[in-house]
């Protein structure tokens, strides 16, 4: 059984910054993509970035330039670096990796940028 598990959400004001970390646990080997997706109060959720197993990565262009995604392929674990934060990022974060054609989705973790 494939469980994910995030960290790094918190409280911050605008244009400070946070770091989202999301590590599977369970006998894994070979994710497929990693993605990271947000949802506000009242709003759809959004996919916000993604990146392959090759380190190819995807950005939704209200964060282009701003987020950053990475992966540790060992460590089982994804990254987003959230930079020059806004209010409206503010959102649940979610964490979804791809292994063997199911998508496991992590708990949530909340971002708030506010002053």
């Known amino acids: 059984q494939v469980q994910l598990v995030e960290s790094g959400g918190g409280l911050v004001q605008p244009g400070g910054s946070l770091r989202l970390s999301c590590t599977a646990s369970g006998n894994i080997f070979g994710i497929n993509d990693m993605d990271w997706y947000r949802q506000a109060p009242g709003k759809q959720r959004e996919l916000v970035a993604a990146?392959?197993?090759?380190?190819?990565?995807y950005y939704a262009e209200s964060v282009e330039g701003r987020f950053s995604i990475s992966r540790d392929n060992f460590k089982n674990t994804v990254y987003l670096q959230m930079n020059s934060l806004k209010p409206e990022d503010t959102a649940v974060y979610f964490c979804v990796m791809n292994y063997l054609n199911l998508d496991y989705w992590g708990q949530g973790a909340q971002v708030t940028v506010s002053s």
């Open positions: 990146v392959n197993p090759d380190g190819a990565t």
